[in-house]
């Protein structure tokens, strides 16, 4: 909201415009706008039984259209005062933010509850979890990253608790990134899956040789057959 000064000393006051997301600031600098003007009471009268003056209203009423984009100029344009004009908006405006705030809170309460299932990788559940995020971010709610770490490490399978306990015991999970937190779990995962694979392989050859020591038990059982024959 600027200032530009006139020929004759006085300021014209330039007017903030409505946008989607915008309307609590909205309403605040223009209230100041009016108020400068000496017009806000026609929207807030000082004594609600004493008529607004005309002169009053309908400069408050032409102050108001000066900053609206064309969609809500069109949904107010019958409204005979400025306080109904007024009203009008704050009604559509709010109704949307009403909106915009239960979908927020529906996307945080499905982030809380996200957890990671016990046959999906890593880097899958971090996909399903961003996406949740980039969604509430882009409503205009703020997520910290340190907030959604800690997160993570709460919905990820007992399989990864070694490494959960000890990022959250030792690590700076303030200053941790969620990427950090995922190379941390992925290389975890990566050293159990290694150390299965070599006990599956030692079982695997302990069968073998069973295998091998029947064959040998069957041939010398076979030789005392022979000798008794």
């Known amino acids: 909201m600027e200032g530009n000064k006139t020929k004759g000393g006085s300021y014209g ?38 008529a607004v ?9 032409a102050m108001i259209y000066q900053g609206l984009p064309e969609d809500v100029l069109l949904t107010i344009a019958s409204k005979k005062t400025a306080k109904d004009a007024w009203d009008t908006i704050k009604v ?46 882009a409503l205009g709610e703020t997520m910290d990253e340190s907030y959604i770490v800690k997160k993570l490490l709460r919905a990820v399978p007992t399989r990864f608790l070694q490494i959960t306990s000890t990022l959250e015991q030792f690590g700076d999970l303030e200053n941790m990134s969620v990427e950090e937190a995922v190379g941390a779990l992925k290389a975890h995962e990566e050293r159990v899956k290694g150390k299965t694979e070599t006990k599956e392989n030692q079982l695997m050859l ?16 076979l030789t005392r057959e022979e000798w008794s024959a």
Not at 17 to 26: C, F, M, P, Q, V
Not at 54 to 60: I, Q, R, Y
Not at 101 to 116: D, G, P, T, V, Y
């Open 13 to 50: 006051l330039s007017y903030p415009t409505l946008a989607r997301n915008n309307y609590t600031a909205w309403a605040l600098k223009m209230k100041v706008v009016m108020q400068a003007q000496g017009v806000w009471r026609a929207i807030e009268p000082i004594d609600p039984k004493v």
């Open 53 to 61: 003056e005309e002169k009053a209203d309908n400069v408050a009423l």
């Open 92 to 137: 559509l405006c709010q109704g949307a933010d009403k909106a915009k705030r239960a979908r927020i809170q529906n996307l945080k309460s499905e982030f809380e509850m996200l957890h990671m299932n016990e046959t999906e990788q890593i880097e899958d559940f971090q996909m399903r979890m961003i996406g949740l995020v980039t969604n509430i971010r």
């Open 206 to 221: 302990t069968e073998e040789e069973w295998a091998k020591r029947d064959g040998e038990e069957k041939k010398l059982l």
